[in-house]
């Protein structure tokens, strides 16, 4: 892991355990994924979202970005590797709009 890595990492870490009282309740209560910025890791073409979250597998707090198609994304857990489905809310939408798009073939 280079040096640019290194530090989202530790970015990162620091969100995850500087959480305040609101985005601990939407976390563990509410079940929801906080948006922790955008990242470009070494490789990366470009910036990509990444989320603190809470792990039901092995209840720690941990945080990833998406993986995968829009209608079927899911974060990686850091501590166990348990996968966790994150699909966004508009994600029907842009499947509609791709379908749309198709049929007008534009
Ligand atoms: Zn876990």
New binding site residues.
């Given amino acids: 892991m280079g040096r640019v890595d290194q530090e989202i990492e530790r970015v990162l870490e620091q969100k995850a355990e500087n959480l305040s009282l609101w985005q601990e309740f939407q976390i563990h209560i509410l079940n929801k994924k906080i948006f922790a910025g955008k990242f470009q890791k070494e490789g990366w073409s470009g910036e990509i979202a990444f989320y603190v979250f809470y792990?039901?597998?092995?209840?720690?707090i941990?945080y990833d970005y998406p993986h995968g198609f829009i209608h079927k994304q899911y974060l990686i857990?850091?501590?166990?590797?348990?996968r966790i489905d994150f699909v966004p809310y508009w994600a029907p939408l842009a499947m509609l709009w791709e379908l749309i798009r198709f049929k007008l073939g534009v």
């Fill in positions: 792990c039901w597998d092995c209840g720690e941990t857990c850091g501590k166990c590797e348990a």
